[in-house]
């Protein structure tokens, strides 16, 4: 493979594509980046994405044939597919954003012998309600078939500047009072992971060869519950937070308002996937850096400390305390 890849990262306006175009230039890739819109580079965000950049407009609802990728990706290499949608939009269905586009487009490369690699997401299941969710997996199902040698990549929540949703729980946390769902929810664990270490693995698996493992699953160092989550996000200087337990119905009712009022980021996919263990079921990231991955915030546990799953009631607006030099063990599972 040559040393100085062409790179066509698409979505590589958003989240995760700016950090992955950061790292691909960083270690001298060229880079084009995909985007519906060709004069839109952000800019004033804080991972400083070079202006300058090649701009190729891409629009995955459009392109639901092989052919009409062959012209977008003639000149290039490899191939980086981090586009996703949280909401439909006109035009633009989970099916064809999700599914039928990166269908379409795995076997465009698979035709003319490029490197293709796709974020995807932990925690897919066919069972699963939501059809954010149904359709996210049934792309990675098309891809594998179209293109066996297409990269999955399925990573934990992320953490890092630039994103949308990290950017609302950097904010939550530190309010005064930690809203989190109860019943399973309450439960369920997440390895919160660095998208700077995303996309330093992304950079990194742009250049690995045939003989990788196809689907890899990417987390952080930690596993913890969202209450966990926030605590560890909050900065130690505001000290601890309240925890507010709310019901699993409610946090369910909750989420379809905001799907339908189109506000972000919660949605009912969210509730879905917060209700189990989003876990890696074995975490590739550190082989892929070839170190470990970076611990999220530093700040010590707040509401981890009780002693009980608590349900929503008043009362329960009173903080729980860490003794002072306690030791709060994030790993013991469900020990909340
Ligand atoms: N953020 C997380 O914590 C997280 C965790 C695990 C998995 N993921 C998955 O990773 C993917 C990317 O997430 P993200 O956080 O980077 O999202 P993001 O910041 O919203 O970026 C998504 C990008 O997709 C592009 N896009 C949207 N619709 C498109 C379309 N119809 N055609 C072409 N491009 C389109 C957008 O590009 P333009 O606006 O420039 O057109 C946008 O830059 C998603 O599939 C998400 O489910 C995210």
Redesign the pocket.
Same mark, same amino acid.
């Given at each position: 493979m040559k040393s100085v890849l062409n790179v066509l990262v *698409?979505?590589g306006?958003?989240? @995760?594509?700016r950090h992955a175009v950061a790292a691909l230039r960083g270690v001298g890739h060229r880079v084009i980046v995909? =985007?519906?819109?060709t004069g =839109?580079n952000r800019q004033g965000t804080p991972l400083d994405v070079n202006p300058a950049l090649e701009m190729r407009q /891409?629009?995955?609802?459009q392109l639901l044939e092989a052919e009409d990728w062959m012209p977008l990706i003639r000149d290039v290499d490899v191939v980086l597919n981090? /586009?996703? @949608?949280l909401r439909e939009r006109p035009g633009?269905s989970y099916d064809t954003?999700h599914h039928r586009g990166p269908a379409a487009l795995a076997r465009a490369c698979a035709r003319s012998d490029k490197r293709l690699l796709h /974020? =995807?997401? *932990?925690g897919l299941s066919s069972q699963a309600r939501s059809r954010f969710i149904r359709s996210?997996l049934q792309g990675e199902q098309a891809l594998r078939d179209a293109a066996p040698d297409c990269v999955i990549v399925r990573? =934990? *929540?992320?953490d890092g500047d630039g994103?949308?949703?990290?950017g609302w729980l950097r904010a939550l946390a530190r309010f005064p009072v930690h809203v989190v769902p109860g019943g399973p929810g309450a439960h369920a664990r997440m390895a919160p992971l660095s998208a700077r270490d995303l996309g330093e693995a992304l950079a990194r698996l742009c250049v690995r060869s045939h003989g990788s493992p196809t689907t890899l699953d990417f987390g952080g160092p930690a596993s913890l519950s969202m209450r966990e989550y926030l605590s560890v996000l909050r900065p130690a200087r505001l000290g601890q937070a309240w925890c507010l337990v709310v019901p699993r119905w409610l946090a369910r009712i909750g989420s379809h308002v905001c799907d339908l009022f189109h506000w972000s980021p919660y949605s009912f996919g969210h509730f879905e996937l917060m209700s189990k263990d989003n876990l890696p079921k074995v975490n590739a990231l550190p082989a892929v850096l070839g170190r470990a991955p970076v611990a999220i915030g530093a700040a010590p546990s707040a509401c981890d400390a009780g002693t009980g799953t608590a349900q929503w009631h008043p009362s329960l607006l009173a903080a729980k305390k860490t003794p002072p030099g306690a030791v709060v063990n994030r790993r013991s599972p469900r020990a909340v």
């Open positions: *698409l979505g306006n958003g989240f @995760i594509g995909g =985007s519906r819109t =839109s /891409v629009r995955l609802h981090c /586009v996703g @949608i633009e954003v /974020v =995807s997401a *932990l996210k990573p =934990s *929540l992320l994103g949308f949703g990290a």
